[in-house]
């Protein structure tokens, strides 16, 4: 995301429309009617602005405010799907799924944590060459840095084939602090890598299900391009709070993390 602050201000404007206006239909015309833009003008803004297309946003913002409504009311799973703009149940329950990691009903029925343990990368996973003395495996390395008022959160870092943070999360790491970083990746080709403060009690459990309720700063890196020939380097995750463009946070977390491992862990470089 390297959108100007016009641009940011623009898309805060039509996801606010967004937000009002899920459960009508919105074509293009009419967002970028919003923006006071040309429709290609306005997806072009509205790219730069969230690192998302308009309509990926949308319908990331549906399947959001579906999340909430089967945990904090008694509606039917079709009731919900009418209320975010979908008119086929079954559309909705296999791209609920398909974002979220279960559907609808397990969601609720587990209380929207994942009933499966996250799978976390430690320290040394991609550390030194494959067992068979081939290549290192692929992998994003970079650096953390956080804002003033970071407090000492947890650090989810994980990589995602879209820009949307959805499914399961193909890799990740948790931090316990910024700093430098080595994320592997399942193969060469291009990621996205969110960052995501994760707010647990001592014993480690979530204090809700719903990653944007946890979560107080953010960040983003991607495209990157990963190459079969080693890891990609020098990757740069700013945490900023939480802000209206940014991407909806759509997979669900289980009830209990992992622990966290330390920067001076993390910076580990891999034997070459």
């Keep these: 995301m390297s959108g100007s602050g016009r641009e940011l201000r623009v898309a805060e404007e039509v996801i606010g429309v967004m937000r009002e206006r899920l459960?009508?239909?919105?074509?293009?015309e009419d967002l970028a009617r919003a923006a006071h833009y040309s429709k290609f003008h306005f997806c072009r803004v509205f790219l730069r602005a969230t690192g998302v297309t308009p309509n990926r946003f949308l319908a990331a913002l549906r399947l959001q405010a579906s999340r909430h409504l089967l945990l904090k009311t008694d509606a039917t799973v079709s009731d919900v799907c009418c209320a975010v703009g979908y008119s086929s149940v079954g559309t909705f329950t296999s791209r609920f799924t398909k974002s979220v990691g279960m559907p609808p009903s397990v969601f609720r029925s587990t209380g929207g944590f994942s009933p499966s343990p996250l799978q976390v990368d430690g320290p040394d996973a991609a550390d030194g060459p494959a067992a068979d003395g081939g290549p290192v495996p692929p992998a994003i390395e970079g650096k953390?840095?956080?804002p003033?008022?970071?407090g000492p959160e947890r650090i989810m870092l994980a990589a995602f084939p879209s820009p949307i943070p959805e499914g399961r999360p193909r890799r990740c790491i948790l931090l316990d602090c910024p700093g430098a970083w080595r994320l592997p990746v399942?193969?060469?080709?291009?990621w996205y890598v969110s960052a995501t403060t994760l707010a647990a009690d001592e014993a480690g459990y979530a204090s809700s299900p719903l990653l944007e309720d946890q979560a107080r700063f953010v960040g983003w890196a991607g495209p990157v391009v990963v190459r079969a020939d080693g890891p990609t380097r020098d990757v740069e995750l700013r945490l900023h709070a939480v802000r209206s463009t940014d991407p909806p946070i759509l997979f669900a977390p289980p009830r209990r993390l992992p622990p966290a491992f330390t920067c001076a862990r993390a910076r580990r470089r891999p034997t070459r």
């Design 23 to 28: 459960a009508h239909p919105l074509p293009i």
């Design 148 to 150: 003033p008022g970071h």
């Design 186 to 190: 399942d193969h060469p080709g291009v």
């Design 144 to 146: 953390l840095f956080a």
